[in-house]
């Protein structure tokens, strides 16, 4: 069984991006959302633990904060409602949030916004990373030193590249006869299903899909991604967390608030560097194929539909780079 090939395996074979004492936010008063935000784009990381004295309350990452950012603009944009008076144009909401991330310490950040932290032992076998990160809203996990310090993050889509690749996975049998249909119909407790997905016209306004998205499991009646569709319904693409990273890669707040209320096919063009398209498979397609693909191009989602030339309409079901993990995981 793969499970437990991984259970024989150390935990320190896999891409694990090594994290410095350097690397850990302390909650102060003397932080602020900013600094935090420039810090990692700075380093090119996604997120970064955060501690309160000596215990970790968990981790903050760059889709927190555009998210917040985009909750403001509509909120604002809402209050204002169709008239033009009043202060909340796009340039009075980016110079307010500009304001709000410059002054606010981490310390005025809700705590909902801090993610939970998974640690792991570095002296851990894979399948114990494997089993944390099958889990639904787990995206990465943290690996500790002998003292408890963090030492490194294994993140869902390195683990996903990492396992496909190897060996004992891809000579599998089970896994090489397995096609998409298999995973369609495999009973699954925590399974990403079109409804959960939210669609959008490539017109509408980026905040309004970005506020769709959750920010963590616990989000209630929020969606687990945006599509984005074109004419007559056809799939473009989907918004994804890992798009509105990129947004944030920003000199000064001008840069992150200015997309907000452009139309989505704008910031797609333009902020957003899109080099893969939606991906569309039939239930016919190898499960080899799919997973192949999606690491490649570090895509966590395929869709599933009987013809390439795909409405929205044609949509079947979704699979995700999760879900093929659990899979595996079950040869």
């Not at 944030?248 to 398209?277: G, Y």
């Not at 699979?319 to 659990?326: A, N, S, V």
């Amino acid at each position: 069984m793969i499970a437990q090939r991984l259970s024989e395996i150390p935990v320190t074979v896999l891409p694990a991006t090594r994290i410095d004492k350097a690397d850990v936010f302390e909650l102060t008063v003397n932080v602020s959302w900013f600094e935090a935000l420039k810090y990692m784009v700075e380093k090119r990381i996604s997120a970064v633990p955060v501690k309160d004295g000596d215990s970790y309350i968990g981790y903050i990452d760059r889709f927190t904060f555009v998210h917040w950012a985009a909750q403001y603009a509509k909120k604002s944009m809402a209050q204002q409602g169709e008239h033009s008076i009043g202060s909340a144009t796009p340039k009075a909401i980016s110079d307010e949030i500009t304001q709000i991330f410059t002054t606010h310490p981490l310390t005025q950040f809700e705590r909902t916004c801090f993610h939970p932290m998974v640690l792991i032992k570095e002296t851990a076998a894979v399948s114990d990373v494997a089993d944390c990160l099958k889990k639904p809203g787990v995206y990465r996990v943290y690996l500790t030193a002998e003292d408890g310090t963090i030492s490194g993050v294994v993140t869902q889509q390195s683990f996903f590249s990492w396992l496909v690749k190897q060996d004992f996975v891809r000579e599998n049998p089970k896994y090489k006869a397995a096609v998409i249909n298999d995973l369609v119909n495999m009973a699954a407790e925590h399974k990403k299903t079109k409804q959960s997905y939210r669609t959008f016209d490539l017109n509408d306004k980026t905040y309004t899909a970005i506020t769709s998205l959750k920010r963590n499991p616990d989000d209630k009646g929020m969606a687990d991604g945006c599509v984005m569709l074109g004419e007559d319904d056809f799939l473009v693409t989907v918004l994804r967390r890992r798009d509105l990273d990129i947004l944030a890669k920003i000199d000064d707040l001008t840069v992150l608030c200015a997309p907000l209320n452009r139309m989505i096919s704008t910031v797609r063009s333009t902020e957003i560097n899109c080099t893969v398209t939606a991906i569309t498979v039939s239930t016919a397609t190898p499960v080899e194929a799919v997973a192949t693909r999606l690491a490649i191009s570090r895509f966590e989602h395929a869709f599933v539909a009987s013809t390439s030339a795909t409405t929205w309409h044609d949509i079947q079901d979704i699979i995700t780079d999760g879900r093929i993990i659990r899979f595996i995981l079950s040869l």
